[in-house]
């Protein structure tokens, strides 16, 4: 866990809207994740949340964004921009991640957070290894996980998965 003071205000506020989005994203019916993906000069260009409700379990913002990264910007514009995220990219977003060269990731919480809760809860494991973005992208400027948000994203992915 990074100590929070390492959270300028901009990514403090991204963050939090992240976890707004990923609040939206269980009220319509989807998995609690909200992104942010942030340019180089702090402008919000593009949010997404969860989307698997629709029943394409591939539904992830952070891919979303990507992509839309990829078909908006130029190649120097996604290597200054940020995705934001309320919970760290999932392999396959992490994938997309540097295939579409974004420049930095921001994570609220975890992924190893993400497997012991769903351990906690009960629920099915991830169907995947769950490999961190450090991992898979070691050039990668990768930030997070944050503590101050844990409370409120574990609560909301207990609602999703304790039954
Ligand atoms: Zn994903």
């Not at 629709?54 to 908006?72: K, Q």
């Not at 130029?74 to 200054?80: G, L, N, Q």
């Not at 060269?101 to 809760?117: C, D, H, K």
């Amino acid at each position: 866990m990074r100590p929070d003071d390492q959270l300028t205000d901009a990514d403090r506020r991204h963050l939090s809207r992240c976890v707004e989005l990923a609040r939206e994203a269980v009220e319509t019916g989807n998995r609690p994740f909200g992104s942010v993906l942030v340019g180089a000069d702090g402008t919000v260009l593009k949010e997404d949340h969860n989307r698997t409700g629709s029943g394409d379990p591939t539904a992830h913002p952070e891919l979303a964004l990507a992509r839309w990264a990829a078909l908006n910007l130029s190649r120097e514009a996604r290597a200054a921009a940020t995705i934001y995220t309320s919970g760290e990219h999932c392999p396959m977003c992490a994938a997309a991640h540097g295939w579409c060269g974004i420049g930095r990731a921001v994570f609220a919480t975890s992924t190893p957070q993400l497997v012991a809760w769903l351990a906690e809860f009960g629920a099915p494991a991830l169907p995947y290894k769950p490999i961190t973005l450090r991992e898979l992208l070691p050039d990668l400027e990768v930030v997070g996980p944050f503590g101050e948000f844990t409370d409120e994203i574990k609560a909301l992915h207990e609602r999703v998965h304790r039954h």
